[in-house]
């Protein structure tokens, strides 16, 4: 039999799923890269939450404020320099949606949440990672949470 | 090698890890262009787990172009294990007078760890309740929102996104009330 005739797009050159393994363990150490931070800074600890919201720490405050002040001078820098991602992409960045209820309604739901059991999604899984099973409970029902949005997003002011 | 290990094992203070955070962004846009935003991985794992018939059309999408998140959350679990049982910090999270005092209000002692046990307790059924209530409004939020702390607070926040800025303001006030006035409800039934 003879090989069918690349397709572009269709048919990835058979180096490209080598390739695609060590693109993916980047993004695996770039996640513990970043589970070590949340835990390492406290941003995973239930007690830091709790100071944040009643005002009563600058810890987070603090945290929050110099992650976005850094955030914002070193991505304006990598666009700036126009360099390229290092898959050869050029670096764009993805306007949110317009509009203002969805945020409003939905970030307070999550906030209050938040502020329950301490936890946003990522100190969730790094939670999980310190050996916090518990942690599993809030996975399964933030799950259930996500679904609930996806069956009723029709219904919902946007 | 105590002392180095004594290092290793202390908490960061907000000028070392704040700065830690924000790189995130620009790390993730140079590894492949991609935004960083964590809850995603919640409707991804939605479109893998759920039956093809019973599918909203909201988790009907391609999520194996979305693997690398699915990774990074990977990477979380790992991270949360070199920080959080290997270089466990022996200590408990350092609070302010202010802090601990209202902790203690709260019915709960300032230990080690990150989670305190009186909200780890699964044999106590308001412990359940308060896990499962706040999981629900996380995940219905965060997709509800389009974002988290991450894809918002940092992300939006960074990129000047005035929608990012409307749903970190959310987060803040939802937060407040909570903690100031939902999770005393939920630990009276608790303790």
Known sequence: MTPSPPIPGVHT?????????????????????FGVVLVKSEAASWYRIQEMFRFESFHMFGLIGSAVLTGMVTTALLRRSGAKSRDG???????????????????VTFGVGWGLAGVCPGPVFTLLGAGVWPMLVVLAFALLGTYLYGAFKERLPH | M???????????PWYVGGPLIGLTV???????????????????ACAILLPERAKPSFFRYDWKKERWNLMFAGGLLLGGFVAGVLLANPEPTRLSAAGAASVQELGVTVRPGLVPTELTDLSNPGVWLLLAVSGLLVGFGTRYGGGCTSGHAIT???????????????FFAGGILSANFLLPLFMAVIR
Do not use: C
Request: hydrophobic share 40%.
């Open chain 1, 13 to 33: 050159p058979p180096t490209s799923s080598s390739r695609t393994a060590t693109g993916l363990l980047a993004y695996l150490l770039a996640g513990l890269y």
């Open chain 1, 89 to 107: 992409q050029t670096i764009t960045v993805t306007p949110k949606e317009k509009g203002w209820r969805r945020y409003v309604l939905g970030g």
């Open chain 2, 2 to 12: 105590t002392e180095l290990l004594d290092f290793l094992r202390s908490p960061w």
């Open chain 2, 26 to 44: 620009p790390l993730l846009l140079w590894l492949g262009n991609k935004s960083f935003g964590i809850s995603s991985n919640l409707r991804h």
């Open chain 2, 156 to 170: 939006g926040l960074s990129t000047l996104q005035g929608p990012s800025l409307m749903a970190t303001v959310s």
